[in-house]
């Protein structure tokens, strides 16, 4: 039987480091043993187009400028033509360039078409841009948004609170709910929390706070920044942030008692470190970067943002602060500190949470199940 062609159209992808990378990483090796797949991605790090594993990769060039942390891919209208011609079913990541056009020559192809909202555009775009475009930014977002939204056949989201935030703009679009995983096997406990601080080069007695994911404006690494600094002297504590991004962000984050380091390939040895995972961040649908801290039972201090506010339940398996609110973040963190036995519980408990409800294999299943619904129609 010839598998369908499935066409992955993203401008999030590997060798750039973030949620959605990580989201294709774990799904697309899952979903080739049903499709033939083809990815679409931009050309990060000059990387070309290639065939890994039976999959075509195609690089798409990015553009000189940056929008926030991110580079964009140039527009290429006559290369995703051909994919997308090529394809059975189109499945968009983003709204960028690459998604976009996907979306675009999809519909007029009469092409199957499936996005999956990793983000509420309107909410994402005005965070990372400067303060004097945030106000123009929300209302051209959203009418963006609305518009390739609606050439799909199918929207996915993740959560039900991120599909009711889109589904009033995209009333007549079919809507599924597809929760992501977490790898409970790869991110793991540490079998000594002494080791893997020491593996680090931390005291192992230092309290390690940890962030890791991108550094960029809508994660409000300045309020993390000021809580870590308003926590009592009298403790012994180390800020560990793993990612990359705006360098005044970085240059903000070069203090004393602060560890910044860069974008990794593996980050559960970081993790592993962590006693307490903080995210001041003001956008999240799910937020895959606690859920992986939450596996390696680590305690969660988080603001009440997308998904996150759903499994996690404050004071059993996590806590929450609000946002930009460095005081009671501060308070949380020193709560935790103060009580270490409170911390492990916390962290206990979060990775019972994760084993519970976040698995790739079901993501996969609903995600096939959702590709053949439309075959359907």
């Not at 800020?239 to 991004?245: A, E, N, S, T």
């Not at 970085?250 to 860069?262: A, S, Y």
């Not at 305690?299 to 943002?305: A, E, F, K, L």
Request: include cysteine; charged fraction near 25%; proline fraction near 4%.
């Amino acid at each position: 039987m010839t598998m369908k062609k499935l066409l992955i159209a993203t401008d999030n992808y590997l060798p750039r480091h973030d949620g959605i990378s990580r989201v294709l990483s774990e799904i697309i090796p899952r979903l080739k043993t049903k499709y033939a797949i083809t990815i679409i991605a931009p050309a990060f790090n000059n990387t070309k187009t290639q065939t890994v594993d039976g999959i075509e990769i195609v690089r798409i060039p990015l553009r000189k400028h940056m929008v926030g942390d991110y580079q964009p891919a140039k527009f290429k209208s006559k290369i995703i033509k051909h994919y997308v011609h090529e394809a059975d079913i189109v499945f968009a990541q983003t709204l960028a360039p690459i998604g976009a056009i996907a979306i675009y020559q999809a519909q007029k192809q009469k092409k199957k078409v499936v996005a999956f909202v990793h983000s509420v555009e309107w909410e994402l775009v005005p965070m990372a841009m400067r303060n004097y475009f945030r106000k123009l930014a929300y209302p051209l977002s959203k009418a963006y948004a609305r518009f390739f939204y609606g050439k799909c056949d199918l929207i996915l989201f993740p959560a039900q609170s991120i599909q009711d935030n889109v589904s009033w703009e995209v009333p007549s679009v079919e809507k599924r709910i597809v929760h992501l995983g977490c790898d409970t096997n790869t991110f793991v406990p540490p079998k000594s929390k002494v080791e893997a601080k020491k593996a680090l080069g931390f005291d192992p007695k230092a309290i390690v706070i940890g962030y890791h994911g991108r550094l960029c404006r809508e994660k409000d690494l300045k309020t993390l920044l000021r809580g870590f600094i308003k926590v009592d002297r009298k403790h012994k504590k180390k800020l560990l942030i793993v990612g990359d991004g705006i360098d005044s962000i970085k240059k903000m984050l070069e203090r004393p008692n602060i560890h910044l380091h860069g974008s990794v390939d593996d980050v559960v040895p970081f993790l592993q470190a962590m006693d307490i995972y903080a995210l001041s961040s003001l956008t999240e649908t799910t937020c895959l970067s606690i859920l992986e801290a939450m596996s390696c039972e680590v305690s969660v201090v988080t603001t009440r943002v997308g998904f996150v506010k759903d499994y996690i339940q404050e004071g059993k398996n996590g806590l929450f602060f609000d946002f930009q609110n460095n005081y009671e973040l501060a308070k949380k963190l020193e709560q935790l500190i103060d009580n270490p036995v409170q911390m492990r519980s916390l962290g206990k408990r979060a990775r019972e949470t994760v084993i519970k409800l976040f698995d790739w294999n079901k993501t996969v299943k609903e995600l096939i199940d959702a590709f053949e619904s439309l075959e359907e129609d």
